[in-house]
């Protein structure tokens, strides 16, 4: 038994690729730990507020000095970092927009990174703090970025392994829907992707 978070950047709703592929990946570790719980959040629907200097200053400050300002503007990087910490699993629907993430995705990565709480330092460097997890990334796109000259511009796969790891979740596989608006290749793309999952 399992505690799967499965969070939704896509701003296509149910047609999304992303989404479709994400929800497969949930079906499959529901299949795979009998009993799982899953909690399902669709980052668009949270209006999320994008990073600014009341809220830095407040991720910085120690918590016995903060203000009811200062908290309020931290309640909803408190839920969203206790809502990561709760999970086994965390599946992320991460369509390519513009070669990267939705910016709500963004907004909750700036959220979930804090100081002392979800990454550290030591005398050799940064250190993650969120360990234990196990991250499945269902990433749609247009075009082929998994190999071939477009491979470059994917600056989500990369982007997402790079600073998850940095916060300890060192263990992510990425399963593609791609080529959803290519002539020959979008007709079996989403069946494709969903064929690869696998569940670890």
Do not use: C
Request: net charge negative; proline share 4%; glycine share 10%.
């Amino acid at each position: 038994m399992k505690r799967i978070l499965h969070l939704i950047s896509s701003i296509q709703g149910n047609q999304s690729y992303s989404f479709r592929l994400s929800k497969a990946i949930v079906e499959k570790g529901i299949e795979k730990y009998p009993g799982s719980t899953v909690e399902e959040v669709n980052l668009n629907d949270l209006d999320i507020p994008h990073l600014n200097p009341t809220i830095l200053q407040s991720m910085f400050t120690p918590g016995e000095q903060l203000t009811a300002e200062a908290k309020e503007s931290l309640r909803y990087s408190d839920e969203a970092v206790k809502q990561l910490m709760a999970s086994d699993i965390i599946v992320i629907g991460a369509p390519l927009y513009n070669f990267t993430i939705h910016t709500a995705l963004k907004a909750w990565i700036d959220h979930i990174t804090r100081a002392g709480i979800t990454f550290g330092y030591n005398e050799n460097g940064p250190v993650g703090m969120v360990t234990g997890k196990k991250v499945y990334v269902a990433m749609s796109s247009g075009g082929i970025y998994s190999e071939g000259p477009s491979k470059g511009n994917d600056f989500v796969a990369p982007y997402l392994k790079a600073f998850l790891g940095f916060l300890g979740m060192t263990d992510m596989t990425v399963f593609r829907a791609e080529g959803v608006k290519v002539p020959g290749v979008k007709e079996y793309a989403l069946e494709k992707g969903i064929e690869s999952i696998r569940i670890d």
